[in-house]
Nanobody
């Protein structure tokens, strides 16, 4: 069993920055694809970003490309989401997610083949 704990959410003005962290338990973290999803009130959960187990591959939703950066440190069992140039439409609960080895990373954005989820952290961007 893997536990994912997010932190770093909060209230920020439009144009500002936040850095989300996701700390994972377990010795197999380095084999997982890791990523972030978000869900705004009244909307469906949507994919934000994913990073491969090695960190060599990243993929972003078009809505955040060029503004958000995902990174990881396998020695620290941690993945980050650096969010810059935040917009009010980025307001949502952000969830860390992990996908075990052996699954195609191409399935990650769909969310259905994600194996573990964090509890979420609120990000609010004021205009």
């Amino acid at each position: 069993q893997v536990q994912l704990v997010e932190s770093g959410g909060g209230l920020v003005q439009a144009g500002g920055s936040l850095r989300l962290s996701c700390a994972a338990s377990g010795r197999t973290f380095s084999t997982y694809a890791m990523g972030w999803f978000r869900q705004a009130p009244g909307k469906e959960r949507e994919f934000v970003a994913v990073i491969s187990w090695s960190g060599g591959y990243t993929y972003y939703a078009d809505s955040v490309k060029g503004r958000f950066t995902i990174s990881r440190d396998n020695a620290k069992n941690t993945v980050w989401l650096q969010m810059n140039s935040l917009k009010p439409e980025d307001t949502a609960v952000y969830y860390c997610a992990a996908q075990v080895a052996g699954k195609s990373i191409a399935t990650f954005p769909g969310g259905l083949r994600v194996d573990y989820w964090g509890q979420g952290t609120q990000v609010t961007v004021s205009s």
